[in-house]
């Protein structure tokens, strides 16, 4: 695919900097490598094969629609099991339902034998009602009622405690109970800033483990932490080198308690991250400094590694960080690796105003927030398909200028009526989706002919 020249960026020569502090010359040549063409080119391309199955969807069911699609929430699934097969001990997975908690995705993960991570007493009563035998609560700020119904549920619910305060309560409404609970400690990755909220510090884990002798109904038998937004598994490969450190300094008593060690997840999609200029700091800022208006044409590429990588590296630091846990589960909570490709968004162009403006019949309140001036999906028309690309500004109908779809569209053509899809919109959209001016759209479950993973 060629570069589309419908789609002009915000250019900056090296004369443009002179004069600039050295902060922020930094910032403007440190722009991350542009989107791979061909290989938008080819993701594209397996949409058009599949625009029929689509259009029939849309003609059964109208439109607006969330498609999910069980058959590649399923392989995504498998293939996450097979990957995490490879380490020396059991490894237990368990779906973050925060990144999409779609009562029929935490359905087909439950009915598959995957266990799932809530953060709410909202999230618990959903996974309870999906059928799911294994629960993990982690979260901070638990409310009594939220211990309360995880106690209610203690032969299927692990609570992770995120905080002494948290322990003690825990501890008091079991004992009031008389009921035992499985428990682990969530440690913070990051002592420093807004991520301090989440867990205890590393160096607090022995006085954490300590402390919860004195709740007889709380089985504290674990350990989890997490890190997030995971491109290549070091920072989970970093952190296990820590964890391994700590552990050593803790006395048999407490290491025979340790039961399992849950090492989050934040596992990015092979796919990488396709952003706009707008969502990297050397495009924003470039943005705020263009006279000409921003960059809606630039598109970039952060690499990820795939999922048998991550597993390959985090296998040999466990090994080597954790000896003499053979016994010790491994749990996993991943999120957007699972659900990120098997949602689909599909709309209908409702107007066409001037020669490159066309309103759907969908607001972004449907995925929660201003995405796509920051991060970049193709948007494809499934009535014209085709992998061609033009410049075209694809909004929405909500009554605010940021209803934004896209910038452009693949197809032959455009015109009212059309149906459009936006492709792999699975994590964190459905979540965070607005009651906002617009009904959301409907949900349907189908798998797509040809569907991939």
Wanted: charged share 25%; hydrophobic share 35%.
């Amino acid at each position: 695919m060629q570069k589309n020249e419908n789609c002009p960026t915000s250019r900056y020569d090296e004369k443009d900097l002179i004069g600039l502090h050295p902060d922020l010359m930094r910032v403007l040549r440190d722009t991350p490598p542009p989107m791979d063409e061909d290989m938008l080119r080819d993701f594209v391309g397996g949409y058009v094969e599949k625009a029929g199955s689509f259009r029939e969807i849309a003609r059964e069911y109208g439109s607006p629609l969330y498609i999910l699609d069980p058959s590649v929430l399923k392989k995504r699934l498998s293939r996450f099991r097979e990957a995490f097969s490879i380490l020396s001990r059991p490894v237990e997975v368990y779906y973050a339902v925060k990144s999409n908690n779609m009562p029929e995705i935490a359905g087909i993960i439950a009915g598959e034998g995957a266990g799932l991570d809530v953060s709410s007493g909202r999230e618990l009563r959903l996974a309870l009602k999906a059928g799911a035998k294994k629960i993990m609560f982690s979260g901070p700020g638990k409310t009594d009622s939220e211990l309360s119904a995880a106690l209610d549920n203690s032969d299927r619910v692990t609570v992770l405690i995120d905080s002494f305060g948290e322990l003690d309560r825990l501890g008091e409404i079991s004992r009031k109970m008389s009921r035992t609970i499985k428990a682990g400690v969530r440690l913070t990755t990051v002592e420093d800033g807004l991520w301090r909220k989440f867990g205890i510090p590393l160096a607090k884990l022995r006085d954490f483990f300590v402390r919860s002798e004195s709740h007889r109904f709380v089985r504290l038998e674990g350990i989890q932490f997490h890190t997030s937004w995971n491109l290549t598994p070091d920072a989970q490969t970093a952190f296990l080198g820590r964890l391994g450190g700590a552990l050593r300094e803790l006395p048999e008593s407490i290491l025979r308690k340790i039961g399992f060690i849950d090492i989050g997840g934040g596992y990015w999609p092979e796919h990488g991250e396709w952003l706009r200029a707008g969502g990297t700091p050397s495009g924003a800022l470039r943005n705020l400094l263009s006279p000409n208006g921003p960059d809606t044409g630039s598109r970039y590429l952060l690499k990820s590694r795939e999922i048998e990588d991550f597993v390959e590296s985090i296998s040999a630091a466990i090994d080597r960080d954790l000896p003499g846990m053979e016994d010790c589960a491994i749990c996993v909570e991943p999120g957007r690796w699972l659900c990120h490709a098997s949602m689909h968004i599909l709309m209908t162009v409702v107007d066409l105003k001037d020669p490159d403006i066309a309103i759907t019949d969908a607001g972004t309140n449907a995925v929660g927030w201003e995405r796509f001036e920051h991060d970049f999906f193709p948007v494809i028309n499934l009535s014209q398909p085709g992998v061609e690309e033009h410049r075209f500004d694809i909004l929405g109908s909500l009554c605010t200028p940021h209803d934004l779809w896209g910038y452009s569209y693949h197809g032959r053509s455009i015109n009212r009526g059309d149906m459009l899809l936006i492709p792999t919109q699975g994590a964190y959209t459905y979540s965070l989706r607005q009651e906002f001016i617009k009904e959301l759209p409907k949900t349907v479950v189908a798998s797509i002919d040809q569907s991939k993973d």
